[in-house]
C-alpha cells in the first residue's frame, strides 16, 4: 500500500505515474521492450524525449528565446557549468546571494572560475529571511546574478518577484519548479535537480536564454551548454529513463491544469499545514513568513526530545520521511506536487493527536 | 512479448531483472513507496547502493587497492574527468590509441587538458585491425596510457592482454565490462558507461586505483574523483533508480555463475554468429579475427541494397535494432549479457531464411 511521502529529494511521484510505467515496465506499447533499452537515436526515444521538452515548455510557457536542455549531474554540477559557460576572460565577475546550503556550495563551485559578489546574505538570520531585492548590493558590471530561489534545507524562498534587478539572473529551481507559474522572461538561465518536482534522480533541467549559448573550446564537450543545445540534448546517451518518467509527470500536470492549478493546490496545501503550526504552542515554524517555501515546511517542538518518538510514530502511521536535514534536525515536511492534499490533512491529523498525547 | 534486442546501447536487460522491478515500482518491500522516491541518505539505499558496489566488487575480483565510484555523465564525462584528474602542471602528457570513433571523441577532450601522444591508430585499416600492443609506441613519460578496449561502432577490440605495456593504463571498457574476466590490477583506471552490460543509461562506473586519488580544488568538485571516493559517491543525489537497477544485473550474473560463465556463454554466442556469417558467401563481417569482438557483431551482405529489406523484416520476425550505426551503415548485432542464446539461435535462422529467398 502507498504510503504519504514527505521525502525532500528524492521525492514522491504521482501514484498514477508509477501505475503508468508499471504497465509499459516489460513491453512499451507492444514493441516487445521497455523504453530503457531502446536506443536514444531511435524514432520512439526521439520522440517520447521531445514531446516531454514541449510539455515543459508549455506548461512553464517558456518564449522561443530559450532553450530547453536535459542534462545529467544534477544541480551540483551545474553550480559548475553555470561559471564556466557565463563567464569569460574579460569579464570573471559574478553576483551571487547567499541564502542557504546550497548557495554556499554554488559560491565555492564559481569562486573557481570566477571573481564572486555576494550581494546579500542571510547567514546571520540562520537563513530564515530571504533578504529583499531591495537590499541586494548587484555589482552590474558582473555577467550574471546567481541566487537559489527555494532552499530546501531551511524552508525560506523569495516568492516576491516584482523587484528584481534588471540583470542576467541565474536560477536554482531545483525545489520549486513546477510549484507554480513563473516569469521565466525574467532569467537568462534557470536550471533544476529533477528529483523534487520532475523526476527520479539522474537529470537536471536547464531553461537557457538563447544568447548565452555560445561555444568554449578550452571546457569540455559535456559541460558545455551549446553541446546540448546543438544535438537536442543528445551528444552522448543521455539518461533515457529519467527523461521518460518527466515527460509522463509534465502529462500528469498538464491534466490536473497546469501550473495555476498548482499554485492554488500548493498555497492551499501550505497555507493548511502552516496554519495549524502557527495556531499551536506545541509546534513552530521560525522562518519569516514572507519566506516561507510553500514547498518544504520545516517544523520543531517545544520539547526535542520527543523528535524521535514523533518520527518513529508518524513513520507508523504512514507518513514517511518528515525528519529535517542532517544539518538542521527537526522536522521537515516537503509537500511537492505528488504529495496530494489528502497528504497533509492525515499529517495535520496526526500532529494534533501526536501533541494531544504529548502536550 | 518479449522480443530479441540487439541494440547497441541503451540495450537490452535482463527479462527477469525487469520482472522483479515490476514488482517493486510501487511499493518496495511494503515500505508504502518506490526506491526512487526515497531519500539517498535513508539506510534502505545506502545499503542497495553498498550491496551493488559489493556485487560489483566480487564480480570483477577487484582488490581493496581500487576504489568503485558510481558517476554521472556516462563515458563521454570521463573523456574529460581522466585528463583533468590524471594531469598535473608538471605532466600534462598522455598516450592515447587512436582505434575507433570513441577513441578519437576520448582524444579531442584530452588535448584540452594536455599533450597527446598517439601511440598507435588503426584508422588507416578502418578501424578493423586493433593494433597490437607490441607495435604500441608508448611514451614512459607519460601519465597515463588510454585506450577503448572495445569499439562498439566497428566491432574491433583487444582480447589478448598479455603484452600490455608496464604502464598507467585507463581502459574505457563501456561495451565488453562484465562480459568475462578482466584482470583489474593490470589497469590505473577502468571506466564504463552504464547502459550496455550495467543497467539503465545515466551511470558510469570508474574502478581507480587509490593512488590516483587526488584532491584538485581547481576544477569542479564534481569532477573531482576523490569527491566520489570520499563520499561513497553520494556527494550529491546520485542517480538512485540506475544504481539499484544495475544491482538487480549483478545479482543475476552472480546467480547464473559469474564472468566465468558469462565468457563461455559470451564466447559460444559470438563463435556461433561469426562461423555462420564466416560460412555464408551472403553474408561478411570485415573485421580482423583477432580483434573481433565478442561484443558487437557488425555484419554486412554483397548486395546493400538489400539492407532495408532485412531490417524491416527482421524486425517482423521479432529481432529489433540489427541497423549498423548511422555513420557506418550495413548491419550489427550487440549481443550483450542481456541477449540470451536463443537469442542468436533466432538470429542465425532468419539470416539463413533471408539469404534462401533473396541469395
Known amino acids: 500500500m502507498r504510503k504519504f511521502n514527505f521525502c525532500a529529494g528524492p521525492s514522491a511521484l504521482p501514484t498514477e505515474v508509477l501505475e503508468e510505467l508499471r504497465e509499459e515496465i516489460l513491453d512499451w506499447k507492444s514493441q516487445g521492450l521497455s523504453v530503457m533499452e531502446m536506443s536514444h537515436r531511435s524514432k520512439e526515444v ?96 558582473a555577467s550574471y546574478l546567481h541566487l537559489v530561489m527555494n532552499e530546501t534545507i531551511d524552508g525560506a524562498c523569495i516568492r516576491n518577484h516584482e523587484n528584481l534587478p534588471d540583470v542576467d539572473l541565474v536560477a536554482d529551481c531545483s525545489s520549486c519548479i513546477l510549484s507554480e507559474p513563473l516569469d521565466v522572461s525574467k532569467f537568462a538561465l534557470i536550471y533544476a535537480g529533477a528529483q523534487k518536482n520532475i523526476g527520479p534522480a539522474g537529470l537536471a533541467i536547464v531553461i537557457i536564454r538563447r544568447d548565452l549559448l555560445t561555444e568554449k573550446n578550452d571546457i569540455p564537450a559535456m559541460m558545455n551548454y551549446k553541446t546540448y543545445s546543438d544535438s537536442d540534448s543528445m551528444y552522448n546517451t543521455p539518461p533515457t529513463f529519467a527523461w521518460y518518467l518527466s515527460g509522463k509527470v509534465f502529462k500528469w500536470l498538464k491534466n490536473k491544469g497546469g501550473l495555476e492549478n498548482q499554485k492554488k493546490e500548493n498555497e492551499s496545501k501550505a497555507n493548511k499545514l502552516y496554519g495549524f503550526i502557527d495556531s499551536s504552542d506545541f509546534y513552530k515554524n521560525d522562518v519569516d513568513i514572507e519566506s516561507r517555501s510553500i514547498m518544504n515546511v520545516p517544523f520543531l517542538m517545544n520539547d526535542e526530545s520527543l523528535n524521535q518518538k514523533f518520527l518513529a510514530e508518524s513513520e507508523q502511521a504512514g507518513l514517511l520521511n518528515l525528519g529535517g536535514h542532517r544539518s538542521v534536525g527537526g522536522m521537515r515536511a516537503s509537500i511537492y506536487n505528488a504529495v496530494p492534499p489528502a497528504g497533509i490533512d492525515a499529517l495535520v491529523e496526526f500532529m494534533k493527536d501526536f501533541e494531544k498525547e504529548n502536550g
Open 46 to 141: 526521439v520522440e517520447i524525449a521531445e514531446t516531454a521538452k514541449q510539455d515543459f515548455i508549455d506548461l512553464m510557457n517558456i518564449g522561443s528565446d530559450y532553450d530547453v536542455l536535459f542534462i545529467q549531474g544534477g544541480a551540483s554540477l551545474q553550480f559548475s557549468m553555470v561559471p564556466m559557460n557565463l563567464l569569460t576572460p574579460s569579464n570573471a565577475l559574478c553576483n551571487y546571494l547567499n541564502v542557504g546550503q546550497w548557495s554556499k556550495k554554488a559560491i565555492k563551485e564559481a569562486k573557481k572560475y570566477g571573481d564572486v559578489n555576494i550581494s546579500a546574505s542571510s547567514e546571520e538570520d540562520s537563513f530564515k529571511k530571504y533578504p529583499s531585492p531591495n537590499d541586494w548590493k548587484v555589482d552590474e558590471n
